[in-house]
């Protein structure tokens, strides 16, 4: 008799280090909420250890049919890709892999968890005719193209280093335009969206004030950081009366179709699934 644990269906995390990883406790969640006798692990990889599981994967030597990668693989498992679709090729980055015909195809699901996250939220998030971002990093490149795939027609980088907007302007076309941080409060008169890509108050640190007050009267703040959840960002705006989203929805939904692949079903953010990451923030406080 086959034994089960051969036939079950395997996918991972990967990430150097990968114990904050919130990733297995998202999809055991759903493994238990269908019943699917799948399994989900953490796999903590060094540089050189990543390429060999890459290539043992690739090679059908792994019991995995995919899986997720995290800091600092993202690059190498893009590059290390046998097929990727346009979001990976236009991000330079994977976070979302399986296997198709011996194939190891390649996606990043950052955009689609960004945006999903603020249908469910805020719907109508999308209307805003003009946008800044906080960022020029990897981030920032999944939240512009979100933006710019759901037709928002100006989207502003405002970023320490100016040099990196002006590559991510010059990148993404004409919709895009580079600030410099002193142009802040000019770029934010008006607008109707702002989202914090960098790191700044994550963990507890200070981040610099803010005028909200300057966006437009509909506008809606979110960040990507979340931890805290409640960022200094958020807390700013909902102090000067601006909708806020956090980020922890963009995290749980960008684990949507990477758990569609692997398992065959597409799962659903609810939230219940909300309350135990948070559950598990808190204890990790
Ligand atoms: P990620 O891929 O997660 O977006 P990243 O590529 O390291 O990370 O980018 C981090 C972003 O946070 C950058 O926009 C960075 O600004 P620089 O391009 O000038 O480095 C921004 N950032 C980080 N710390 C910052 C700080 N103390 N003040 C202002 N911006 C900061």
Redesign the pocket.
């Known amino acids: 008799m086959a034994d089960s644990r051969e036939t079950m269906v395997k996918a991972f995390v990967t990430g150097w280090p990968v114990k904050h990883s919130r990733s297995p406790l998202i999809h055991g969640y759903w493994l238990k909420q269908f019943g699917i006798e799948g399994e989900y692990r953490a796999e903590a990889l060094t540089a050189d250890d990543f390429t060999s599981f890459i290539v043992a994967l690739k090679s059908g030597r792994s019991p995995y049919v995919g899986g997720n990668v995290t800091i600092p693989h993202k690059e190498t498992a893009f590059a290390l890709a046998d097929q990727r679709d346009s979001l990976a090729e236009e991000l330079g980055a994977a976070n979302t892999l399986w296997l198709e015909n011996g194939r190891l195809c390649a996606t990043n699901t950052d955009v689609y968890g960004f945006a999903a996250n603020l249908d469910e939220r805020h719907a109508g998030w999308d209307k805003a005719e003009r946008a800044v971002i906080l960022?020029?990093?990897?981030?920032?490149r999944a939240v512009i193209r979100a933006l710019r795939d759901r037709g928002v027609g100006e989207i502003n980088v405002v970023?320490?280093?100016v040099a990196?907007a002006r590559e991510l302007a010059d990148r993404f076309g004409e919709t895009v335009h580079a600030h410099p941080?002193e142009a802040l409060p000019e770029v934010l008169e008006g607008a109707g969206l702002f989202v914090n890509?960098?790191?700044?108050g994550m963990d507890g640190e200070a981040a610099p004030e803010i005028d909200f007050t300057l966006l437009g009267p509909k506008a809606l703040v979110t960040d990507i950081v979340y931890v805290p959840l409640k960022t200094p960002f958020l807390r700013q705006a909902d102090a000067h009366g601006v909708a806020t989203v956090d980020g922890l929805g963009m995290l749980l939904h960008q684990a949507v179709p990477g758990f569609e692949k692997w398992f065959g079903t597409r799962p659903k953010v609810d939230d219940d699934l909300r309350s135990l990451v948070i559950a598990d923030m808190d204890r990790h406080a």
């Open positions: 960022g020029a990093g990897g981030a920032s970023n320490r280093t990196r941080m890509t960098t790191s700044l």
